[in-house]
């Protein structure tokens, strides 16, 4: 599909893209806010406070699998390859902190911010894009 | 009416959002190091993804730049800070770090519970654990008088 990169998903990419794109427009349009998932799910789970619907923070937590299921069903799939637990439960633990920390994830940062022209989630992204970038590569050098 | 106003619009965004992530690959954490491993076998897929999403949402803005309220609530509530401060980058930083060693982040990891509960129910359960660590250790303490 594109040269070079017989792995890439260029057309799926974009067409998810532009469906997470629709679902952000939605919600600062719509619902005025940005769909900023950490932020959401701080809200929601009452870790975070905020002028958020308890009402609204669950809709959109419960309808990010409910999408995930809608792709899934009725096609034949392979399950996707996740690291061991404990590996899962340092990374957690650093998502977690880092993104309340930062104020922000891939999706209020990297997708709500960037489109904005926000300087601090450009600067914040282009801050997690390199260390996880750096992290791969320190990973492949001790093997993974 | 109003709880429906309340519940749809955040409903159908996160739908909207989970299936998003799904069609694009992005629910499988090693697509989503294959483009941070742009110093091996790099995968730029979730560049495109990037693209898409920021592209429809910069129209979204300069909507939302003529509209004095949102459809369906009484205003809009969006960050207004300017100011780039340290916890921003290394509260980042940290971030980018756990996402560099799972292929996970917030999201996907959500959106994954649909499909491979088993695997991210530790994540999910470590992340906000790690929110709330956040939240005592920095959090400003209120001073009562």
């Known amino acids: 599909m594109l040269p070079g990169f017989p792995d890439a998903q260029p057309v799926a990419g974009l067409v998810g ?9 939605l919600m600062l349009l719509g619902a005025g806010r940005i769909a900023g998932v950490s932020g959401i799910l701080a809200r929601g789970t ?3 406070r905020g002028d958020m619907a308890m009402t609204s923070a669950w809709g959109f937590i419960v309808g990010l699998p409910l999408g ?3 792709i899934r069903s009725g096609f034949d799939w392979e399950p996707a390859t996740f690291a061991s637990w404990p590996v899962l439960i340092v990374a957690g633990l650093l998502v977690g902190f ?3 920390m930062g104020s922000g994830c891939t999706s209020g940062h990297g997708v709500c911010g960037v489109s904005r022209l926000s300087q601090r989630s450009i600067v914040a992204t282009a801050s997690f894009m390199a260390a996880g970038i750096a992290t791969v590569f320190v990973l492949s050098l001790v093997g993974d | 009416m109003s709880f429906a106003r309340r519940l749809l619009p955040p409903l159908v965004s996160g739908l909207l959002f989970g299936a998003g992530l ?10 989503v190091r294959g483009f941070l491993d742009v110093f091996g076998d ?5 560049a495109f993804v990037m693209g898409g999403a920021v592209i429809v949402m910069a129209v979204a803005w300069t909507i939302q730049s003529r509209m004095r309220t949102p459809m369906f609530g009484a205003k809009f509530s969006l960050p207004d800070r300017k100011d780039l401060d340290g916890r921003l980058i290394a509260g980042s930083v940290l971030f980018g770090i756990g996402w560099g060693i799972a292929g996970l982040c917030p999201g996907p990891a959500i959106a994954a519970l649909a ?3 088993i695997s991210v129910l530790p994540f999910i359960g470590a992340m906000l654990a790690g929110m709330l ?3 005592i250790t920095m959090e400003r303490k209120v001073i009562r008088p």
């Open chain 1, 68 to 70: 995930a299921l809608a």
């Open chain 2, 22 to 31: 799904t069609v694009s690959g992005m629910t499988d954490p090693q697509r």
């Open chain 2, 42 to 46: 790099w995968d730029p897929t979730l």
């Open chain 2, 115 to 117: 499909l491979s509960p």
């Open chain 1, 98 to 100: 880092g993104t309340r």
């Open chain 2, 133 to 135: 660590l956040q939240k």
């Open chain 1, 17 to 25: 893209g532009v469906l997470i794109g629709l679902a952000a427009a």
């Open chain 1, 46 to 48: 009452g870790i975070a």
